[in-house]
């Protein structure tokens, strides 16, 4: 696609549900990256990609937060068992590698009520 | 998480005014970028700098990549109300296990004088 495509754009969940955010990378790019950017912050890092391998999940505040990227293209970022906390932008971003400028999408927002 | 340390944190512009606003680290990073966020999207990169000491410019937008590889600048000249927004740096890490990611500062928001 022309741009990285996130969904859903809104999520408003229980606290205690689990919640699944997807991200859509530019076609061929090879890196895919999430962030999380709470409120009046800038992005923090989550994990890191490289086609379908994990290579950095040092990001990862808790064990309840679950990525994947089975195919190396589409990922899903999983939050089990939601917290207030959780309340945040989840912004992903892709580039063709390492080292070259990402494209951002518009992000998720979550809000854990 | 770590972050950078960027002010100011806001500021009001008039059209026509020149705006400076500037990133410092503890750390030093191989790649400065800085970034301009809207409301309800994703941040879209400005300028990028790889090189300490490098100056680049974007149109009315110029920064620069401190000799330390601790710093980095951006000025805006000749605000116009299109650039309110919040504007982002970000160091890019380039070795170990944490290789290409962005570390952000907190950000200044740039809204227009009433």
């Known amino acids: 696609g022309a741009g990285v495509s996130q969904s859903p754009r809104y999520k408003v969940a229980k606290r205690g549900q689990d919640v699944a955010l997807r991200c859509d990378p530019i076609?061929?790019?090879?890196?895919l990256f999430w962030y999380q950017q709470a409120l009046g912050q800038g992005p923090e890092f989550l994990t890191y990609?490289?086609?379908?391998?994990?290579?950095?999940k040092s990001g990862l505040p808790s064990d309840r937060f679950f990525a994947e990227r089975p195919e190396g293209s589409v990922s899903t970022l999983k939050i089990q068992r939601t917290q207030q906390e959780d309340s945040a932008v989840y912004l992903c971003?892709?580039?063709?590698?390492?080292?070259?400028?990402?494209?951002f999408g518009s992000g998720t927002r979550l809000t854990v009520v | 998480g770590q972050q950078l340390n960027q002010s100011p944190q806001s500021m009001f512009i008039q059209e026509g005014e020149d705006v400076s606003m500037n990133c410092t680290s503890s750390?030093?990073?191989?790649?400065w970028l800085w970034y301009k966020q809207e409301p309800g999207e994703g941040p879209v990169l400005l300028i990028a700098?790889?090189?300490?000491?490098e100056l680049t410019s974007n149109g009315r937008l110029t920064a620069q990549f401190g000799i330390t590889r601790k710093d980095s600048f951006l000025n805006i000249s000749a605000s116009i109300p299109s650039d309110v927004g919040i504007y982002f740096c970000?160091?890019?890490?380039?070795?170990?296990?944490?290789?290409?990611?962005?570390?952000f500062g907190k950000g200044t928001k740039l809204s227009v004088k009433p």
């Open positions: 971003a892709s580039s063709l590698d390492k080292g070259y400028g990402y494209t």
């Open positions: 076609s061929g790019h090879v890196s």
């Open positions: 990609f490289q086609n379908e391998a994990q290579l950095d």
């Open positions: 750390s030093i990073f191989n790649t």
């Open positions: 700098l790889y090189k300490a000491g």
């Open positions: 970000a160091g890019q890490e380039q070795y170990g296990g944490s290789q290409g990611n962005l570390i």
